[in-house]
Each structure stands twice: as C-alpha cells, then as structure tokens.
C-alpha cells in the first residue's frame, strides 16, 4: 500500500536532474520512508543502508545511479522517518526482508529489481537473495556478511569475535544512553570522515532525535541471533540463481576481509573484490566509484 498525499506524504524536487519523490509504503500496518530517484521507466534499483545510517546517507549513491536506474532507497523499519515498532521481534531479519518485497511489490510490481545493500542492509540484501531469488535480477553487497556466514565466523573465528565485541554492547537494554551520550559523539566518531561537515551531522543527529529511532536501530542488533557466538539462523544460503557480487574494504576493521574470504567458501559462485585502501565506508567517501562497480556487472 502507498500513501501519496501531495504537500504531505510525497514531495517532489530536481535532484542532479532526476525527478525525486517521498512517499509511504505500509507492510503489515508498519510504515516504511522511501525516497525515490531517476524515471521510473528504468530498470530499478534498491539500496538498503546500515548501522547506524539511514536513506540519507545513501543519497550520494542514489544520484549517481538515477541516471540509468529507478532507484529506490528505504529508511528500514525503526530508523529515521520509518515506524518503530516497539517490540523486538519485530526487527527480525524475515520482517527486515519482508519490507524490502513490500516496497517493490507497490513500487515495481512484478518487477525484478537489482538490490544493493551495505553493512546491515547488506545482510539484508543476502538473506532476500536467499528467501525470494525470483524477485532479484542481481546483487551487490558492500561490507555485508550473509547471516549464516557471519555466525560461521562469530562462532568459529577468534580474530572477528574480538572484531565484533562491539555487537554484544549493541545488544544491552541501555545502550540508547550510551549512543545518545554527549551529543552522539560515538555514532559521529563511527562514522568518522564522513561525518565532518556540520551539515552532515546536524542531518544524522535529527534522524537520531526521532522518538524511539535509537532504540529500532539497535533493535535490528537485538533480534539477531546470528551475532552471538553459538547462536541461530534461518537464513539458508543461496541457490547461485542470483549473480551477486560482493565487495569489501581492505581497512574494514569491524567486518574483516576475512569475513569476505569465508563467503566464497559457502558459494564459490559469487565474485569477490576486495577494494584495496578502502574502508567499511566507501559506499559514503567513493559513492562515484561505488556506483560504477554497481552498474557494471
């Protein structure tokens, strides 16, 4: 279902030349923000972003493709201008691929769509692949493990559990107050040199001051039990039906690139680029160039 209210619901600007719209897609009564860019008579396109960002950070990357896609880019559900459920299970990882089916089934019914994600939506983008590959024409996922590939590794790797110690924090009832601490100085410093203009942060920190936004983002975290060491998932790994490639920065010192290697074990068939001198952030400081490697497979 889409919600179009002229004024209100959808907006409509020029962008680097590209038609621009907002508008609602509601999933099982959760409402879902989704920007769109570039003529819906091109092939489409969906971006799914990761901790602790949301579709504006994404941006970047969407005009450089609006060109020569439809592109579609969600807030996901407890983030930002998205509904945030209260309840933990709501953030699981089937409910976080289901909004992604319900945003294409109203906006590109019927439709294969290319599906990009990074970090979590990365994670996202793999567990789509392996749940609806007739839905998927293709994937490029940045810096994002498949769920049952990052339990492997959680459980079996001692370098990336000590990467990943950061999760277990994620996970504790009080961590809003941490993240909320001295103006959200640790999410900025995460973020690090993307975030050094003023106006960038000032964007970030209004998505952040949306009531109950900081407790859905990390409810994304608290759902996962493929994060614990020993934990579950019912994510299967995927069929080879869906071309994916997979990109991950040298310097990721969250998610190793190791954690990338580990992949082409479970499916030999993906293609594999580790971006040398490049962070977990390229898709932000190199949209240009992240995009170039997304439009051509």
């Known amino acids: 279902m889409i919600e179009q209210k002229l004024g209100h619901d959808v907006g409509i600007t020029e962008l680097n030349h590209a038609q621009t719209a907002t508008m609602i897609v509601s999933n099982q009564g959760v409402r879902l923000h989704v920007t769109t860019i570039g003529n819906c008579a091109n092939p489409a396109l969906v971006i799914m972003h990761g ?8 941006m970047a990357l969407a005009e450089a493709l609006a060109n020569e896609y439809f592109v579609i880019v969600p807030d996901g559900r407890g983030v930002n201008l998205s509904d945030a459920p209260t309840d933990v299970a709501a953030y699981e990882i089937t409910q976080l691929v289901s909004d992604v089916i319900a945003i294409a089934d109203a906006l590109i019914p019927g439709q294969q769509f290319v599906l990009v994600g ?6 996202v983008a793999w567990a789509t692949v392996s749940l609806y590959p007739e839905r998927i024409k293709r994937s490029v996922i940045y810096a994002g493990p498949h769920p049952a590939v990052f339990l492997d590794a959680i459980t079996h790797d001692e370098t990336q559990q000590r990467a990943s110690l950061y999760m277990h924090a994620l996970r504790q009832p009080d961590f809003e107050n941490t993240f909320k601490q001295d103006n959200y100085a640790l999410p900025i410093q995460v973020f690090g040199i993307m975030l050094l203009s003023d106006a960038k942060k000032s964007q970030m920190i ?3 001051q949306r009531p109950g936004r ?16 020993g934990g579950n998932c019912n994510i299967p790994i995927p069929d080879g039906r869906v071309p994916v490639r997979l990109l991950w920065g040298e310097l990721d010192g969250a998610l190793l690139p190791s954690l990338a290697l580990r992949h082409l074990s479970k499916m030999p068939w993906i293609e594999l680029q580790i971006l040398a001198g490049m962070s977990h952030w390229f898709p932000h400081t190199h949209p240009v160039q ?7 497979p």
């Open 206 to 208: 209004a998505a952040w």
């Open 51 to 58: 901790f602790p960002d949301c579709s504006n950070g994404m």
């Open 214 to 229: 900081v407790t859905g983002a990390l409810n994304w975290y608290r759902a996962a039990e493929f994060v614990l060491v």
């Open 290 to 296: 992240c995009a170039d490697l997304i439009r051509h």
């Open 118 to 123: 990074h970090d979590w939506g990365g994670a």
